[in-house]
């Protein structure tokens, strides 16, 4: 009604990509702490301008180490802190505790998304209950909520939200292939780089 649009683009490519990514305003990389490899849809968003809202993993980390904290929507549990609550997860209890996430559930379990195809969300459904999810979806539920509240209030603040984007367009060099083969180069390979011209 003329205040969000919600786009599904079939068939996600590169192509797809050069567009979505200069368009998008923020960046949401959610991947539980520990799960994803690095991630280079993040680097992609940066370099273009979005902010990010997203877990301390994979090279997140790094851009909230170039960006600090006050350009970034940090939220979820970290690697350390998982063991931990690994052997007491119980992700009904906290469904069971919080208002919004409980109202989620009720959506879900009634089938109010997929009126069309009943028990299509059902594995999605099992996997936050499950209490041995290998990803404990349900632990960062109420940090997300909280950092994407934050994101709305910020985002209504236009001169806030251009300097953040401005700055982590600018912090992003040290996404480049250059500085990435020069430090393979020092740590790993041990090479001597050709400079160009020379013979
Ligand atoms: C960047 C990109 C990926 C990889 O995204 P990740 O965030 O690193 O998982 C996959 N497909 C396309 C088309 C991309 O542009």
Same mark, same amino acid.
């Given at each position: 009604?003329?205040?969000?649009?919600?786009?599904?683009?079939?068939?996600?490519?590169?192509?797809?990509?050069?567009?979505?990514?200069?368009?998008?305003?923020?960046?949401?990389?959610?991947?539980?702490?520990?799960?994803?490899?690095?991630?280079?849809?993040?680097?992609?968003?940066?370099?273009?301008?979005?902010?990010?809202?997203?877990?301390?993993?994979?090279?997140?980390?790094?851009?909230?180490?170039?960006? /600090?904290?006050? &350009?970034? %929507?940090?939220? !979820?549990?970290?690697? =350390?802190? $998982?063991? @931990?609550? #690994?052997?007491?997860? +119980? *992700?009904?209890?906290?469904?069971?505790?919080?208002?919004?996430?409980?109202?989620?559930?009720?959506?879900?379990?009634? /089938?109010?998304? &997929?009126? %069309?195809?009943? !028990?299509?969300?059902? =594995?999605? $459904?099992? @996997?936050? #209950?499950?209490?041995? +999810? *290998?990803?404990?979806?349900?632990?960062?539920?109420?940090?997300?909520?909280?950092?994407?509240?934050?994101?709305?209030?910020?985002?209504?603040?236009?001169?806030?939200?251009?300097?953040?984007?401005?700055?982590?367009? @600018?912090?992003?060099?040290?996404?480049?292939?250059?500085?990435?083969?020069?430090?393979?180069?020092?740590?790993?390979?041990?090479?001597?780089?050709?400079?160009?011209?020379?013979?």
């Amino acid at each position: 009604r003329g205040r969000l649009q919600l786009l599904f683009y079939p068939d996600y490519n590169v192509s797809a990509m050069e567009l979505i990514c200069p368009a998008a305003d923020l960046s949401e990389q959610i991947s539980t702490a520990g799960k994803e490899a690095s991630g280079t849809g993040n680097m992609k968003f940066m370099m273009n301008g979005a902010v990010t809202i997203g877990t301390l993993d994979g090279a997140n980390v790094e851009i909230l180490e170039a960006v /600090g904290e006050e &350009n970034f %929507f940090l939220f !979820g549990l970290t690697v =350390d802190e $998982i063991p @931990a609550i #690994r052997e007491h997860y +119980d *992700p009904q209890a906290i469904i069971d505790n919080d208002r919004d996430f409980r109202r989620v559930m009720r959506l879900l379990d009634n /089938g109010h998304f &997929n009126h %069309f195809e009943p !028990g299509i969300l059902d =594995d999605v $459904i099992a @996997a936050v #209950r499950n209490p041995d +999810d *290998p990803w404990m979806t349900a632990a960062d539920f109420r940090g997300f909520i909280n950092a994407q509240e934050a994101v709305g209030v910020a985002y209504k603040d236009q001169k806030y939200w251009t300097r953040m984007s401005i700055l982590n367009s @600018a912090k992003s060099g040290r996404f480049s292939t250059d500085r990435t083969m020069q430090d393979y180069n020092r740590d790993i390979w041990h090479l001597n780089p050709i400079v160009p011209g020379d013979k």
